[in-house]
């Protein structure tokens, strides 16, 4: 075509007739030409600023499964005084198994974030060799042989691993468009309600453990239906709020300054408060109480750009824990358990708490201190002596051997995962992607903050889960479809702008009519 | 094992988690800055865009400065970008649309932009209102010059460097 070789600037309008007669024919008539698929390699060096950075994902992987070798390598030449010939195994097929995942990525969701799996598997396989390390040191104390790989806890975590990185390709082979999501949304949110309730309505003996009612036992193998909950439970308010987010942010009265939503617009963010109150009450779990109702209400925020949501759900939602607390130490019963756990957090030390319900707090706080800013050293420590250091206390665990240091930059990793999970949310271009990954993100953060918040006694303590860390299949399962769905969304908001409908997948040509009309992004520059 | 070896592997362990958190952070700052040249940051100037071309849809094909994205400047969806690439970009109500837009002077599939050699061409795909590029109609396929506001409803959009 000649248009390219037009040197000059202005001048160039005189002659725009010329090249477009023949250019317009083929405009006109080709209207469904199928665009070329984005995914091919050439197109990247062409196109600035929408680079894969699949290489920089391969290059950070490695580097993170090679601190896992030398954490490994560490944790023997402390306990065992020497370093075996294979220290260095679980990484290997730790890494293997996240090359998998890198090549699924590579191919299917080339445009994905690349922050995102580096920085998971470095918590993973750090959980996976603290855990062997731990399975290390009960076969030394029983004067027993160093555990095979796939032996104990540590083994049964490199599975877990495997099991979930599965799902979590499958997520990304089966979805190709996050929006597809949205058409199974009410599936999704009475499959999450259902998942939720599960544990709460079975008879204790089969759903409580350590007093938290968050299980199904079945024998010696139980599930944790909660962490898969949170999933479901993100895709239904992304889309719910989706379309309602016109009447929640336009209708307002204006009080000291706030725009507060009428009080019929209340109704959903109430239900889902009295649910998560039922959680806490039913259940004895703060902490998941707390993430659902966060999750609803951040949701909420984010698709109205209100501030006035998120006081109205903190104050409820500290308005909803005192009661409970006084309720619990008023009443009893159901409240009880809150209670205890309010009294220890407020003085785990307490004559009449330290050697019983407090104990594991102060275990954990006590590694904690003896780890200080350094810590003892990967396997020099004695994470032994706190109780759960294999689920909930993994971290005051990992703590006491690497220290503050260490445990912040753990966290600063974590902190990376959000962040990454909220820029996919601002850089998508549908509405209900920007809810889910905004949600999703904001999930991981606050299940983080839950339970480094409660073992070092910054509030008051309950049974999560540290993601991706804790040894527990559901955990590690749900938190990987998470990322999965956060990779699934990074893609679509990093690729390129496509064509419009011959682009797309056959699948969704008949697109959900509820979201119509939904504004699509709106990024401020 | 000796000592020092433990000491030196206890220390060197948590200087390679930071030397990996500093990676990353790396990573992420070059993939931000990734394509943002210093030219890009200052906007064309409006009047600049207006007075050139006023009174005609006006094609000024600069060699070597491609358009990269596509920014709204005007209408709801204001201060989105859209990086562009080698595919057609539609815009409309439709959900399928590259770009939704929420415009009650805009039909379903309102008009598409398509990329030929290096230069976007706007397409009017039979829309109630037309669209407009900077003050003409646009009837068959035009030439987008950077800068230059396309308007579709309330909306206006402007291809940048």
């Known amino acids: 075509?000649?248009?390219?070789?037009?040197?000059?600037?202005?001048?160039?309008?005189?002659?725009?007739?010329?090249?477009?007669?023949?250019?317009?024919?083929?405009?006109?008539?080709?209207?469904?030409?199928?665009?070329?698929?984005?995914?091919?390699?050439?197109?990247?060096?062409?196109?600035?600023?929408?680079?894969?950075?699949?290489?920089?994902?391969?290059?950070?992987?490695?580097?993170?499964?090679?601190?896992?070798?030398?954490?490994?390598?560490?944790?023997?030449?402390?306990?065992?005084?020497?370093?075996?010939?294979?220290?260095?195994?679980?990484?290997?097929?730790?890494?293997?198994?996240?090359?998998?995942?890198?090549?699924?990525?590579?191919?299917?969701?080339?445009?994905?974030?690349?922050?995102?799996?580096?920085?998971?598997a470095l918590i993973n396989g750090l959980g996976v060799a603290f855990l062997r390390r731990l399975d290390i040191a009960k076969a030394l104390s029983a004067k027993q042989p160093e555990p095979g790989v796939f032996a104990g806890t540590g083994g049964r975590q490199l599975a877990w691993t495997l099991a979930s990185l599965i799902l979590a390709a499958a997520l990304l082979l089966v979805i190709k468009d996050h929006k597809i999501v949205s058409r199974y949304a009410y599936t999704l949110g009475l499959a999450g309600i259902i998942l939720v309730m599960i544990p709460a309505m079975l008879p204790s003996s089969l759903s409580e453990v350590n007093g938290a009612k968050l299980w199904i036992k079945f024998g010696s193998f139980s599930i944790q239906p909660g962490e898969f909950a949170k999933i479901a439970l993100v895709s239904f308010f992304a889309y719910y709020l989706v379309r309602k987010r016109e009447?929640?942010?336009?209708?307002?009265?204006?009080?000291?300054?706030?725009?507060?939503?009428?009080?019929?617009?209340?109704?959903?963010?109430?239900?889902?408060?009295?649910?998560?109150?039922?959680?806490?009450?039913?259940?004895?779990?703060?902490?998941?109480a707390l993430l659902y109702f966060g999750l609803f209400v951040v949701t909420l925020y984010v698709a109205t750009e209100r501030a006035s949501w998120l006081i109205i759900g903190l104050v409820m939602f500290f308005g909803g824990v005192y009661l409970a607390y006084l309720l619990g130490s008023w009443v009893g019963g159901p409240?009880?358990?809150?209670?205890?756990?309010?009294?220890?957090?407020?003085?785990?030390?307490?004559?009449?708490?330290?050697?019983?319900?407090?104990?594991?707090?102060?275990?954990?706080?006590?590694?904690?201190?003896?780890?200080?800013?350094?810590?003892?050293?990967?396997?020099?420590?004695?994470?032994?002596?706190?109780?759960?250091?294999?689920?909930?206390?993994?971290?005051?665990?990992?703590?006491?051997?690497?220290?503050?240091?260490?445990?912040?930059?753990?966290?600063?990793?974590?902190?990376?995962?959000?962040e990454r999970g909220l820029r996919a949310a601002i850089a998508v271009r549908d509405s209900f992607g920007k809810l889910v990954a905004g949600g999703l993100a904001f999930t991981l953060g606050l299940q983080i903050f839950v339970i480094v918040g409660g073992i070092t006694g910054l509030i008051p303590l309950t049974g999560q889960t540290?993601?991706?860390?804790?040894?527990?299949?559901?955990?590690?399962?749900?938190?990987?479809?998470?990322?999965?769905?956060?990779?699934?969304?990074?893609?679509?908001?990093?690729?390129?702008?496509?064509?419009?409908?011959?682009?797309?997948?056959?699948?969704?040509?008949?697109?959900?009519?509820?979201?119509?009309?939904?504004?699509t992004e709106v990024i401020r520059p | 094992m000796p000592e020092f070896v433990l000491t030196v592997a206890r220390f060197g362990f948590l200087v390679l988690l930071w030397i990996f958190v500093f990676t990353v952070v790396g990573v992420?700052?070059?993939?931000?800055?990734?394509?943002?040249?210093?030219?890009?940051?200052?906007?064309?100037?409006?009047?600049?865009?207006?007075?050139?071309?006023?009174?005609?849809?006006?094609?000024?094909?600069?060699?070597?400065?491609?358009?990269?994205?596509?920014?709204?400047?005007?209408?709801?969806?204001?201060?989105?970008?859209?990086?562009?690439?080698e595919n057609q970009i539609t815009i409309g109500r439709a959900e399928d649309s590259t770009l939704v837009i929420t415009d009650d002077y805009a039909s379903a599939r309102h008009a598409r932009l398509v990329p030929r050699d290096g230069q976007w061409f706007v397409e009017d795909l039979g829309s109630t209102n037309g669209t407009y590029l900077d003050r003409g109609k646009v009837s068959g396929p035009t030439p987008v010059p950077l800068g230059v506001p396309i308007r579709i409803g309330r909306t206006s959009l402007e291809l940048r460097p």
């Open chain 2, 28 to 85: 992420i700052r070059r993939d931000l800055f990734a394509g943002l040249r210093p030219k890009s940051i200052v906007a064309t100037p409006r009047g600049v865009g207006g007075a050139v071309n006023q009174g005609r849809p006006a094609a000024k094909a600069k060699r070597g400065k491609a358009a990269r994205q596509l920014v709204v400047t005007a209408g709801q969806l204001a201060g989105t970008r859209i990086t562009l690439g």
């Open chain 1, 335 to 418: 409240f009880a358990n809150f209670y205890d756990r309010a009294s220890i957090w407020l003085d785990p030390f307490a004559p009449q708490y330290v050697t019983n319900e407090g104990f594991q707090l102060v275990q954990s706080l006590l590694g904690l201190g003896t780890g200080g800013l350094f810590g003892t050293g990967p396997g020099a420590g004695s994470p032994g002596f706190v109780p759960e250091v294999r689920t909930d206390f993994i971290f005051a665990g990992m703590g006491e051997e690497i220290g503050l240091f260490g445990l912040s930059s753990l966290l600063v990793v974590y902190l990376l995962i959000v």
């Open chain 1, 247 to 288: 009447v929640l942010s336009m209708a307002s009265r204006r009080v000291l300054g706030i725009d507060f939503p009428r009080g019929r617009d209340l109704g959903p963010v109430i239900t889902v408060w009295l649910l998560s109150l039922l959680v806490l009450v039913f259940e004895k779990d703060l902490g998941t």
């Open chain 1, 1 to 120: 075509m000649s248009l390219r070789r037009w040197k000059t600037r202005s001048g160039a309008a005189r002659s725009i007739e010329q090249p477009l007669a023949s250019l317009g024919d083929s405009f006109v008539t080709a209207p469904a030409a199928p665009a070329p698929t984005p995914a091919s390699t050439g197109e990247q060096s062409r196109v600035p600023g929408a680079k894969t950075r699949r290489n920089a994902e391969l290059a950070l992987l490695l580097f993170a499964m090679v601190l896992v070798a030398v954490y490994a390598a560490t944790v023997e030449a402390n306990q065992l005084d020497t370093i075996t010939t294979t220290f260095w195994v679980p990484a290997a097929i730790l890494t293997t198994l996240f090359l998998g995942l890198h090549l699924v990525v590579r191919f299917r969701a080339p445009y994905a974030d690349p922050i995102l799996i580096p920085a998971v």
């Open chain 1, 466 to 519: 540290t993601p991706f860390m804790s040894a527990g299949g559901s955990s590690l399962m749900a938190n990987w479809l998470l990322v999965g769905m956060l990779l699934r969304i990074s893609d679509a908001a990093r690729r390129p702008a496509e064509g419009g409908p011959a682009a797309q997948p056959a699948g969704i040509k008949q697109p959900p009519a509820q979201l119509h009309g939904a504004m």
